[in-house]
């Protein structure tokens, strides 16, 4: 591993490294901002799943987390959004492909020799911070938009995993909205089953998780009615029983000027469930 960035943060150090991923045969780049309290021992961990284009960068230089972080002495790593180089298989499209990686392990070709994100943030990802950082095995995961899909899948299928999960205008039912049903059609196939085991709508159907659910989505996202809709979390929740806090913010539309908005309220509520005492 490699730091690649280093720069004095709000008390603490924001950070890149670049790491080689087994999982995903390429070298990853990672956002990590440790915060003044890593100084002194270890630090519970807040996993930030950035959306579509992104990579690392986004998060780190937009959202204004870090000084939240600091105030809290949790460290926040944001990974790039799929893996990436020469050899890694790519689509013209923003939606498909190196910057699209949707959080899935994909089964179909060219996709499935690389494109294995949710093997690498649900186990490489951690394994690798836990082992080279300040950091505890207290977890949490977050993310925006295709970020936000992911932290709600990967949090309802791995119960005890995680301590919190939140997430900003998710792609709550991939399966039922075009961005999630191009890029399963393309990594999955055409088997609708195989779909439901990364789509959150249907996971909270059948969940053995009970975390609570955060949701901020602006009502002026652009995206809403089309690719997001929490109305259809917002439904299954409630005939399931499974606790949701879905908060519509007026005026927000989908960018970082609204994740920064409430980022604070985010980390102040991962670090409520960090800090408890299990
Ligand atoms: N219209 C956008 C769609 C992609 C988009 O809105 N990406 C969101 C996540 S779904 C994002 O975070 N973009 C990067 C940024 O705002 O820094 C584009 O083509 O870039």
């Known amino acids: 591993m490699e730091r690649i960035e280093h720069r004095a943060s709000s008390g603490g150090w924001q950070d890149v490294y670049r ?3 087994g999982v995903l045969g390429c070298d990853m780049t990672v956002g990590v901002y440790l915060p003044p309290q890593a100084g002194r021992g270890p630090c519970p961990v807040l996993y930030w799943l950035s959306g579509l284009t992104c990579n690392e960068q ?4 937009k959202a204004g987390a870090q000084r939240y972080a600091a105030e809290h002495g949790i460290i ?3 990974p790039d959004t799929s893996p990436r180089g020469d050899d890694v298989a790519d689509d013209a499209a923003y939606d498909l492909g190196k910057g699209a990686g949707f959080y899935v392990n994909a089964t179909r070709e060219p996709w499935a020799k690389h494109y294995r994100m949710y093997d690498y943030v649900v186990d490489e990802l951690p394994a690798w911070v836990e082992a080279n950082l300040p ?9 925006h938009s295709m970020g936000g899909h992911g932290a709600l899948v990967i949090a309802l299928r791995n119960p005890g995993r995680y ?5 900003f205008s998710p792609i709550v039912a991939p399966s039922q909205v ?30 053995r998780e009970t975390l609570p659910l955060l949701v901020d989505q602006g009502d002026a996202d652009e995206f809403l009615a089309e690719q997001l809709r929490p109305d259809l979390l917002r439904a299954a929740c409630e005939a399931t029983g499974h606790p949701l806090q879905l908060r519509m913010q007026p005026g927000y539309d989908h960018s970082y000027y609204f994740i920064a908005s ?3 309220e985010h980390v102040a509520h991962h670090a409520r469930a960090l800090k408890q005492t299990s």
């Not at 986004?58 to 230089?61: D, E, H, L, V």
């Not at 950091?135 to 993310?143: E, M, P, Q």
């Not at 301590?163 to 997430?167: D, E, K, T, Y």
């Open 19 to 21: 790491h080689r991923s």
């Open 58 to 61: 986004n998060f780190i230089t």
């Open 76 to 78: 926040l790593v944001a």
């Open 135 to 143: 950091a505890t095995d207290a977890r949490a995961v977050s993310g």
């Open 163 to 167: 301590r919190s999960v939140s997430a």
């Open 178 to 207: 075009p961005w999630g049903a191009k890029a399963f059609d393309a990594y999955l196939g055409d088997d609708r089953e195989a779909w439901k085991q990364y789509d959150a709508v249907e996971l909270v159907k059948g969940a």
């Open 262 to 264: 409430f980022i604070g």
